[in-house]
């Protein structure tokens, strides 16, 4: 738990107040707390608790089709565990409509699916639309990046990063599931710039990104033991 408040100083008597309310009485009942600057990031937020922290690569456009990748759902733990994860929250996802029904469902849209309440379910259902796979591609990438954040160790607090990402894809062989500008964003290397006007001398190859990443990734070749090798079979030469 963690809370954004405004201080009322008293300077003379060295002292600082602040006003939690009852919500947030608990986070000062466990003994020291964090005390740190307001970071730029948080200055639209209302003084109150903070809620959990974005991850800011669900809205990249370099590893969108990292989360549409159907290997990396099946990692993940497949449109099951997506669906499980849905219905944890409330509230159906779909905004065009005037009423929603107090009961809720998911509906299978590719690449994942949505939560709707059981009215729009009925409306929508064997409907494919850009803003229904839209909408599936963000719960896929809010749910896969949850997983790679607990698989990584990490608590809700924690905004996964790019290395985090790759690392873990390449710790469960996906490293090819990285796009080329997702690849060259790991690695930092500086977008291609191709000028409108050019010779055929100027042109220098390059060595893809995502090759790259696969060939650092690769695994080391095992050596197989074999327990009956072919000189154990060999006479012994008499002395």
Request: proline letters at 9%; charged letters at 25%; hydrophobic letters at 40%.
């Amino acid at each position: 738990m963690r809370a954004l408040l405004t201080p009322e100083i008293a300077p003379r008597m060295g002292i600082v107040l602040f006003r939690p309310g009852s919500e947030l009485m608990p986070l000062f009942m466990q003994g020291r707390v964090l005390l740190e600057p307001e970071p730029e990031r948080y200055s639209s937020f209302a003084s109150g608790a903070v809620p959990a922290a974005s991850q800011p690569l669900a809205d990249d456009p370099a590893v969108r089709a990292v989360f549409r990748n159907e290997a990396v759902i099946r990692r993940a733990g497949g449109v099951e565990c997506l669906e499980s994860w849905l219905l944890r929250e409330k509230g159906c996802q779909w905004p065009h409509s005037d009423w929603h029904s107090e009961n809720m469902t998911t509906m299978r849209h590719a690449p994942g699916a949505i939560r709707l309440c059981w009215h729009c379910d009925n409306q929508l259902r064997d409907q494919f639309t850009e803003r229904l796979e839209s909408m599936a591609t963000d719960n896929c990438a809010r749910w896969v990046l949850s997983v790679v954040r607990r698989d990584l160790g990490f608590d809700d607090n924690h905004a996964v990063t790019m290395p985090e990402l790759c690392w873990w894809l390449i710790r469960n062989d996906l490293a090819d599931a990285l796009p080329e500008s997702a690849a060259r964003k790991a690695l930092r290397l500086p977008k291609p710039v191709v000028p409108s006007v050019t010779r055929e001398s100027d042109l220098v190859p390059s060595v893809p990104a995502t090759s790259i990443i696969q060939d650092k990734a690769k695994k080391v070749l095992a050596l197989k033991v074999d327990p009956e090798s072919p000189e154990s079979f060999m006479l012994r030469p008499k002395r």
